[in-house]
């Protein structure tokens, strides 16, 4: 089954405590991304990648780092995480950055920073 | 810049009522069009799409036309179920390396029995 996977799908952590939300895609995609959807902002794009190791910043990556070293895998990394960080973040892919190509979602993973 | 604008919710309807949700669009060129749905605790899951002028998807009983003439891409379906219950997000993609998709606020939509 085509998936994306996210992990953790639930986390509440406190403030400057590094973490790493991975995200995994089964499709042999080329294209990841990372998006956060918070209350009356809809979803916004935080960093994507067209391939491996090649990676670059969307509309809100501040605060983020993200890695591509595997076609299958693109983690978000939160250095020191701020309560402003407090979202639900989003990662999707696509088999490449072609108009009409389908973008898959996972589940979402809830982050709450204290 | 891009951007959607879709009507605010929430959005309360009786089972085998019918649905619209508004939806334009502000973009350069010609954009792909896209509805998705996020059913409560789950991702996003596309719902339709149409990738140029007068396309219409469809899906699920859910229908939208591409207008280009009024920029719009309405949600519509003829007799919403319970199960329809869900936020509707209108999203667009105009090009671009990044690939990224431009997504209304969204609207949640409550189907009662």
Same mark, same amino acid.
């Given at each position: &089954?085509?998936?994306? !996977?996210?992990?953790?799908?639930?986390?509440?952590?406190?403030?400057?405590?590094?973490?790493?939300?991975?995200?995994?895609? $089964?499709?042999?995609?080329?294209?990841? @991304? %990372?998006?956060?959807?918070? #209350?009356? /902002?809809?979803?916004?794009?935080?960093?994507?990648?067209?391939?491996?190791?090649?990676?670059?910043?969307?509309?809100?990556? &501040?605060?983020?780092?993200?890695?591509?070293?595997?076609?299958? $895998?693109?983690? /978000?990394?939160?250095? @020191?995480?701020?309560?402003?960080?407090?979202?639900?973040?989003?990662?999707?892919?696509?088999?490449?950055?072609?108009?009409?190509?389908?973008?898959?979602?996972? &589940?979402?993973? %809830?982050?709450?920073?204290? | 810049?891009?951007?959607?604008?879709?009507?605010?919710? #929430?959005?309360?309807?009786?089972?085998?009522?019918?649905?619209?949700?508004?939806?334009?669009?502000?973009?350069?060129?010609?954009?792909?069009?896209? %509805?998705?749905?996020?059913? #409560?605790?789950?991702?996003?899951?596309?719902?339709?799409?149409?990738?140029?002028?007068?396309?219409?998807?469809?899906?699920?009983?859910?229908?939208?036309?591409?207008?280009?003439?009024? !920029?719009?891409?309405?949600?519509?379906?003829?007799?919403?179920?319970?199960?329809? @219950?869900?936020?509707?997000?209108?999203? /667009?993609?105009?090009?671009?390396?990044?690939?990224?998709?431009?997504?209304?606020?969204? !609207?949640?939509?409550?189907?009662? #029995?």
């Amino acid at each position: &089954e085509a998936q994306v !996977t996210q992990n953790p799908r639930y986390l509440i952590t406190v403030t400057g405590k590094k973490l790493t939300v991975t995200c995994s895609q $089964n499709m042999n995609h080329e294209y990841m @991304s %990372w998006y956060r959807q918070d #209350p009356g /902002l809809g979803l916004r794009q935080i960093y994507y990648s067209m391939n491996v190791e090649v990676t670059d910043k969307g509309d809100v990556p &501040e605060g983020y780092k993200v890695s591509r070293k595997e076609k299958r $895998n693109f983690p /978000l990394i939160l250095e @020191s995480p701020s309560p402003n960080q407090t979202s639900l973040y989003f990662c999707a892919s696509s088999l490449t950055v072609t108009s009409g190509n389908t973008i898959y979602f996972g &589940e979402g993973s %809830w982050l709450t920073v204290v | 810049g891009n951007s959607v604008t879709q009507m605010e919710g #929430p959005v309360t309807l009786s089972e085998e009522a019918f649905l619209t949700i508004n939806c334009t669009y502000t973009a350069t060129g010609y954009p792909s069009l896209f %509805w998705y749905v996020q059913y #409560p605790g789950e991702g996003l899951q596309l719902l339709l799409k149409a990738t140029k002028a007068d396309d219409k998807g469809s899906n699920k009983g859910f229908e939208a036309t591409y207008r280009k003439e009024t !920029t719009s891409f309405h949600l519509e379906k003829g007799s919403v179920q319970v199960s329809d @219950s869900a936020v509707y997000f209108c999203a /667009l993609y105009s090009g671009g390396s990044n690939y990224k998709l431009t997504f209304g606020k969204g !609207t949640l939509l409550t189907v009662n #029995p």
